[in-house]
């Protein structure tokens, strides 16, 4: 098993898909020559400049060229650079993709993938750092992925690839950088099959990409207080594995569900709606959300940090619905 | 003196601009006995456009169009009786009850769809022609819109990617000289909504008589051709006039009775009986073709009315490709 980085396993599972399968292409600005992430390094060379293209500065004829792509039978993969931008295509994305088979009764698949950049944590403002899942998750017909480590971001792009339906991937800028490995030979994940990382009695913390170690590491230091906590990856917010986490809640009794995106309407609103929906009575408190703050990104470290999600928030808000004292850490920085 | 296939060629687009004439008059009426869902966009007037650009495309040819797409969708032989049921709602819409007048599709016919938001397909026309492109194939997309849809961001971004891949699409402006309610000259500050962008992305400024079917054929059939054998996209401007209103809903009150009338001279249908007749072809021939149409749309409309509605479980269908609407275990 090599050790790849977050950004190294997304060349990795396109490499992979486009050895597989001719009919598997990329277009995006500047990707082929590598991206600005470095996500695409080497697909060109090895690929060929017709299948990996540059794009102009285009984000509704990226997205809506992938959609023709698709409907003629390629398997496109279009990259919008960070998933800000989704908002000056969003006609393609929301209304063009995501209703087109169905619209037309089924006459077409939308085998396709969109993915890019997401989230916030590394200074780039608050037109650059945006958590977005949220928005797709309002759109019926979008499948949503979000990977959280170098093995996921191959075994679920590679599961996106090979959906028959638009499928959008969420990588996040601040993971790039994470190292772990990766399974050797090809590797596929099912989409819609939550991962549970940690199995713990007295609470299940739910999260998504970013938040998957802010979970892990919170779940560590509460379990130096005594308190074992179940830590779920969703990876999909489309399909949903709502029965994972369902399960687990039934046993725990707690839930507290940890994301990124504003808490106004993030997507842990509607895993709040569907426990208290579907395992009220089996609840021993209230359902919580840690969410980022309902305001644009600032860039000013303390100011970032303020309002974004963090290990310490998570701490704290199950030492709060446990009633149980979780000691502070001490920064040594 | 024309020969023989010219004229049962010409024959062959005079039925066929019949038809949709009477199909959309027909459509008209329904609407008016409230029998049609939703809005429908008719395309009286403009079907030389639709009928002359279909006539020059092969079977594997492509073509996409907007909310005004009836006439588009049967040109390329979208069957007539399925598209009628959609619109009215019946069990056997070519789109599953699910799509109405502004999504008509057939895909088995090559006509990739109706979309009803300003310039989304123009995008989307150029990843049809992509897709060809990569594989090699010599097929060419044919994608229509009207004058309005030249001043939106996806018609710019659209043309340039298109030319710049030197993609195998021809991009057919369909100059009916308003958006909705606007004249099209109150909101550009060029005289050609089309032809006079094209030099903004390389290309020739085409314009082309859309009230007459054969030059529709000629400037269409050229850059298809073009298209077809590596030499990038085109961008046409065909100058036409739609009779009624916006929608069959629209009485049309900002234009005046002499404009309608002055244009209701260049009737392609009209204009192209003519050409018949002095071609030799009879009046009894050419009334034939009449006959026979409304005789043909009398019929689908009668078995149509009489079809049931779609059972309301199907609402749940064709979702996601496996036919579920399943989002969440
Ligand atoms: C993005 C967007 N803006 C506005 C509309 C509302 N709308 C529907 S048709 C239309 C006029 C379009 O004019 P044109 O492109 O000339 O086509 P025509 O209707 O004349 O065929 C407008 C404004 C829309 N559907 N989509
Ligand atoms: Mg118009």
């Known amino acids: ?333 | 003196m024309t020969t023989g296939v010219d004229t049962a060629l010409a024959l062959h687009l005079h039925e066929q601009m019949v038809f949709i004439r009477r199909f959309e008059a027909k459509v008209d009426a329904l609407y008016r006995q409230g029998r049609v869902r939703g809005p429908a966009h008719l395309g009286i007037g403009q079907e030389a456009v639709a009928v002359g650009a279909a006539s020059v495309l092969r079977p594997g040819d492509r073509s996409i169009g907007t909310y005004r797409g009836h006439a588009h969708a049967l040109a390329r032989g979208a069957p007539p009786d399925a598209v009628l049921r959609e619109l009215l709602g019946r069990t056997g819409g070519i789109c599953a009850g699910k799509g109405g007048s502004m999504h008509i599709t057939s895909v088995e016919h090559g006509y990739y769809g109706s979309y009803a938001i300003i310039g989304a397909h123009l995008p989307i026309a150029c990843g049809l022609a992509w897709a060809d492109q990569i594989r090699g194939d010599d097929a060419v997309t044919l994608c229509f819109f009207g004058d309005g849809t030249t001043n939106i961001g996806a018609f710019h971004e659209a043309l340039n990617l298109a030319a710049v891949w030197s993609l195998p699409v021809v991009f057919v402006c369909e100059n009916n000289h308003y958006m909705e309610y606007t004249p099209i000259a109150d909101v550009i500050a060029v005289k050609q909504p089309a032809a006079d962008r094209a030099a903004a992305y390389g290309l020739a400024p085409l314009c082309v008589d859309g009230n007459d079917v054969d030059a529709v054929r000629a400037v269409i059939g050229a850059a298809v051709d073009r298209a077809r054998n590596g030499g990038g996209p085109s961008l046409v401007e065909a100058e036409t006039y739609r009779h009624g209103g916006h929608s069959a809903a629209d009485p049309a009150t900002y234009r005046s009775t002499e404009e309608v009338a002055q244009w209701k001279l260049r009737d392609p249908l009209l204009r192209h009986a003519e050409q018949l007749c002095a071609s030799g072809v009879s009046d009894g021939d050419i009334e034939a073709v009449t006959t026979g149409v409304a005789a043909e749309i009398e019929r689908i409309t009668v078995e149509a009315l009489a079809a049931p509605s779609p059972s309301a479980d199907t609402a749940w269908t064709d979702m996601w490709s496996d036919g579920s609407s399943r989002w969440r275990n």
């Open chain 1, 1 to 333: 098993m090599p050790d790849l980085t977050y950004r190294q396993a997304v060349s990795a599972g396109l490499a992979q898909e486009m050895a597989r399968d001719e009919r598997v292409v990329l277009l995006g600005e500047d990707i082929a020559s590598g991206g600005v992430f470095k996500t695409t390094v080497g697909l060109r060379d090895r690929f060929g400049p017709a299948r990996v293209r540059n794009t102009p500065i285009s984000e509704t004829a990226i997205a809506g060229a992938a959609m023709g792509a698709a409907m003629a039978g390629l398997r496109p993969v279009a990259e919008i650079m960070f998933s800000d931008f989704y908002g000056v295509c969003w006609d393609q994305v929301a209304v063009e993709m995501a209703k087109a088979r169905y619209m037309t009764g089924g006459q077409f698949g939308l085998p396709l993938v969109v993915r890019g950049a997401n989230g916030g944590g590394l200074g780039f403002g608050a037109q650059h750092s945006q958590a977005v899942e949220n928005w797709a998750l309002c759109v019926p017909g979008l499948k949503i992925v979000s990977p959280a480590t170098p093995a996921d971001v191959v075994g679920l792009l590679a599961a996106a690839v090979r959906d028959d339906d638009p499928v959008l991937v969420f990588e996040h800028k601040a993971l790039y950088g994470t190292k772990g490995p990766v399974p050797d030979g090809e590797h596929v994940l099912p989409l819609g099959s939550a991962a549970v990382l940690r199995e713990g009695d007295d609470v299940t913390l739910v999260a998504l990409s970013l938040t998957v170690g802010l979970c892990l590491a919170a779940a560590d230091r509460l379990a130096a207080a005594g308190v074992s906590a179940t830590v779920i990856d969703l990876r999909c917010l489309v399909p949903l594995d709502a029965a994972t986490v369902l399960a687990s809640v039934r046993r725990t009794g707690h839930a507290v569900i940890v994301e990124e995106n504003p808490g106004q309407l993030g997507w842990g609103a509607g895993i709040a709606a569907i426990l208290a929906e579907e395992a009220f009575i089996d609840l021993d408190g209230p359902v919580v959300r840690v969410s980022g703050g309902n305001i644009p990104l600032p860039v000013a470290a303390p100011l970032e940090a303020e309002v974004s999600v963090s290990t310490d928030r998570v701490v704290a808000a199950v030492s709060r619905l446990l009633d149980v004292p979780v000691p502070a850490v001490v920064s040594l920085a």
